[in-house]
Every structure is written in C-alpha cells, then in structure tokens.
C-alpha cells in the first residue's frame, strides 16, 4: 500500500473545516450505510417516471431562476472540488510519479483531498435533481441522463468505502468535467449565447474523461497481484464496465448531435 507520509501530507495549506474533517467516521457510516444508495435510485426512477406521466397533459414549467441557481450552486462546488482535489493530485503526479497518484490510498485521508473525497460522493444524491428540471420543463430524457447519475451513485458509495485505488482520478476528473459542464448549465440558464462549439468541447471532454477512466481500471488491474495498489476484482470490473458505457453512450451522443445533425444542416 502506497502512502504519502507525514512530512508531504503537511505540505498542504487547509483551511479549518478540511482540517477537523473526521475520514474516518465517514467511512466507517459509508462501510455500514452505502447500500442505502439502491434506495435512492429507486426512489429517483420512480419520481422520474411518474413526473414524467404526471407533466405529460400539463404545460412545461419556466423555472429559470431556479435552474440558474441550482446549476451555479454545483458549478461553484465543483470548480472548488477540483482545485482542491487537482492540487492534491498534481502533488503526487510531480514528486511520486502517475503509477502512486493511482495507487496512492491518501487521497481518502489527507488533508485537503480528505473532505473532497466525501463530499464528491455525498453530492451524487442531490445531484440526482438535475433530472426535476429536465422533466418538470418538458425536455428529452435521455437514457444516457438517467442511466449516468443512477450508476455514478451507485458506483461512488460502493467504492469509497473500500478506498479503492485509482479513486483521485476518478474524483477529480469528474470534478473538473462538472466544473465546465455546471457553469455552462448556469450561462444557458441565465440567458447567456454561449458558442455551440463550446457544447462539443464538454461532450469531448466528458469522452476524454470516460477513455482515461478506462486507462486506469486497466492499470489498477494489472497492478493489483503486486500488492501496492488495493482494489477488488469486483470493483475494478464494474469501474471498467461502467466506463465503457459510458465512453459508448458519450461518443453516441457526440455523433448525433454535432456530426449527424452538423452535417445534416449544412446539406440543407
């Protein structure tokens, strides 16, 4: 098991609530309480289900106040989660190498990237009420929308728990990803013309992010008879089934909307 030690973990400026963040007591709860995460997302299917029936004879709703809000409030989460979590990784990238910043298990008790951890998993349950939106103002419900949050949920609680390697990555990418992705949701919410290229650029990103998860549950994988980078086959296989999905369902969308429907506008 690889840890960064004492001297390193100091290196870190905190501020006082990332200080008296207790990890443990949080992975303890997460150990005895990660598989209320399945009631959660039966609960979030059959909500979206029966809102969509409920709103289908019912005007859509405006709520763009409420969506600009929502959307900045995790825009501002994220951004600040990864930087914090990015500063953390950065660190171990310079002085230990890419194989610790997989293999590392401090980024669930260091300072900093401790509290990040938690609240990174903590925050897919709210962040299951970005689909309210969707339905409540009558837009397409993507299976690739539904499908994401219920699996990410689902797949953070189960692995936190277990400080699984490869998690820093995992974490901080999904930070940065949503830091882009929420400001954008703001800007639109808002108002705001945003260039359609940049749509395509968080799609790609999202991609890039789903093709990299995939690269390291493969070296997790590879690395773990070593002994020096702690997972379990059962997670790793549903990381890298998970990913793979995802990387399907993103460049699907990718194509059907900036490549088919681009090209079927310049045609007309």
């Keep these: 098991m690889l840890l960064l030690n004492d001297s390193e973990l100091r290196s870190f400026s905190e501020f006082s609530f990332e200080r008296r963040f207790d990890e443990r007591g949080a992975i303890r709860w997460m150990q005895l309480h990660w598989s209320k995460s399945f009631l959660f997302c039966a609960l979030y299917a059959a909500l979206v289900?029966?809102?969509r029936h409920y709103m289908k004879p019912r005007p859509r709703m405006n709520l763009r106040l409420p969506l600009v809000f929502?959307?900045?409030?995790?825009?501002?989460?994220?951004?600040?989660?990864?930087?914090?979590?990015?500063?953390?990784?950065?660190?171990?990238?310079?002085?230990?190498?890419?194989r610790r910043s997989i293999c590392d298990q401090s980024f669930y008790n260091g300072p900093v990237s401790k509290f990040w951890a938690y609240a990174f998993v903590l925050s897919k349950a709210p962040e299951l009420g970005d689909t309210a939106f969707v339905v409540l103002r009558k837009q397409k419900l993507l299976f690739l929308h539904w499908y994401h949050h219920i699996t990410v949920l689902l797949y953070s609680w189960f692995s936190y728990k277990d400080m699984v390697a490869g998690g820093g990555w995992f974490m901080t990418m999904n930070y940065a990803v949503h830091a882009l992705m929420y400001s954008y949701y703001a800007a639109r919410a808002a108002g705001l013309q945003m260039p359609r290229p940049l749509a395509a650029l968080i799609t790609s990103a999202q991609i890039g992010q789903m093709l990299m998860g995939l690269l390291v549950s493969a070296l997790v994988f590879g690395w773990?008879?070593?002994?020096?980078?702690?997972?379990?086959?059962?997670?790793?296989?549903?990381?890298?089934?998970?990913?793979?999905?995802?990387?399907?369902?993103?460049?699907?969308?990718?194509?059907?909307?900036?490549?088919?429907?681009?090209?079927?506008?310049?045609?007309?």
């Design 49 to 51: 289900f029966a809102g």
């Design 224 to 268: 773990m008879p070593q002994g020096d980078c702690p997972s379990r086959l059962d997670n790793v296989v549903w990381a890298a089934l998970m990913y793979l999905s995802y990387l399907l369902l993103f460049s699907n969308f990718f194509y059907q909307t900036y490549l088919r429907r681009g090209a079927k506008t310049k045609s007309q």
């Design 70 to 98: 929502w959307s900045l409030s995790l825009a501002v989460f994220s951004i600040v989660g990864a930087v914090r979590t990015g500063s953390y990784m950065f660190h171990v990238l310079s002085s230990s190498g890419f």
